[in-house]
């Protein structure tokens, strides 16, 4: 299975918006998911399959964002020329949302490798109760990364959605721990008010304290910000260089502070999050405004 290796913002855009899919260089996302679940009626499913297939074959192979399709869930009418079409054409892998059970990996696998696709990157939804509850089984499988959909986990399990994200901070940390046991990148909730970029930042400071890579971003303006967060400061960086310096010297004190080898292990995540990967967008700048993206995972 193909991995994910820096993914601080992903941007998720309708497969029916022809023109987005073209702006994806210039939007500079980690990860781009042209989205054919929240994204489109059921009425504009083929012609959204065409389109995407379209926009992405047409974008320049090497170019920095990673580009996967969000199929529609496993079971849907749906869902097997949805995987088709994405091993078909330039996407490096698929997005299945709602994962709730082993049956429905292998049976996304099995489509895959009907497609000989099993190479191809692999991103879990994990937003419903049972998927999340399942969290760490899911994720053990041998996924590529995994995201918590926070709007349609409580939709599901009938709580309420709140600004401050309390009533989901098990679901969310849930989530994150079992990504962190497979070994693979945990990708963070929407927030859905695209014109308050402080609740943005917020929720995207919150994340990255519990764990979180990156940040689910469902507009342009969003990946700086994503970035901003997910980045590690100039500041972050001269520390866990000095730790892992005093760490090889045997030292025992930084700044004051004692130092062991959980904080080595932490200044190496500190640099290896800085590190420049494929895939990556610019660290800082603010995207150009576009239309809204899909609904919210």
């Known amino acids: 299975m193909a991995e994910l290796t820096r993914v601080r913002s992903m941007l998720f855009m309708p497969a029916s918006r022809a023109g987005m899919i073209a702006k994806i260089p210039r939007l500079a996302p980690d990860v781009a ?43 849907t009418p749906w869902f097997a020329d949805d995987v088709a079409m994405a091993a078909d ?3 490096a892998g698929l997005v299945v949302p709602k994962l709730e059970s082993q049956h429905q990996l292998d049976q996304v696998r099995q489509v895959m490798a009907e497609h000989s696709r ?28 995994a995201y918590f959909g926070a709007e349609d986990f409580i939709a599901d399990i ?4 709140t600004g401050g994200s309390q009533e989901v901070l098990y679901a969310r940390s849930q989530v994150c721990l079992a990504a962190h046991l497979a070994g693979i990148p ?18 995207a400071h919150a994340g990255r ?12 303006r969003q990946v700086a910000l994503a ?29 004051g502070q004692m130092i062991d080898d ?16 494929e895939g990556t967008g610019p660290a800082q700048g603010t995207a150009p405004a576009q239309g809204p993206g899909p609904d919210p995972p």
Do not use: W
């Open 33 to 75: 998911v042209v989205d054919l679940e929240d994204a489109v009626p059921a009425d504009a499913q083929d012609a959204a399959r065409d389109i995407a297939a379209a926009g992405v074959g047409a974008l320049d192979p090497d170019g920095a964002a990673i580009v996967l399709i969000r199929v529609n869930p496993v079971g």
């Open 89 to 91: 054409c330039a996407a």
């Open 118 to 145: 099993l190479d191809g990157l692999l991103v879990a939804g994990l937003e419903t109760a049972l998927g999340v509850a399942d969290a760490r089984i899911l994720l053990a499988r041998g996924v590529s990364g």
């Open 158 to 161: 009938g709580g309420r959605r």
């Open 186 to 203: 945990a990708i963070d909730q929407v927030v859905t008010d695209l014109s308050d970029d402080e609740r943005f930042l917020a929720d």
């Open 209 to 220: 304290n519990l764990g979180y890579q990156g940040k689910i971003c469902i507009h342009p």
């Open 227 to 255: 970035h901003q967060v997910f980045t590690p400061t100039e500041a972050e960086l001269a520390h866990a260089r000095q730790v892992l310096a005093a760490g090889e010297a045997g030292v025992g004190v930084v700044d």
């Open 262 to 277: 959980v904080h080595v292990r932490m200044a190496r995540a500190t640099l290896a999050r800085a590190a420049p990967a």
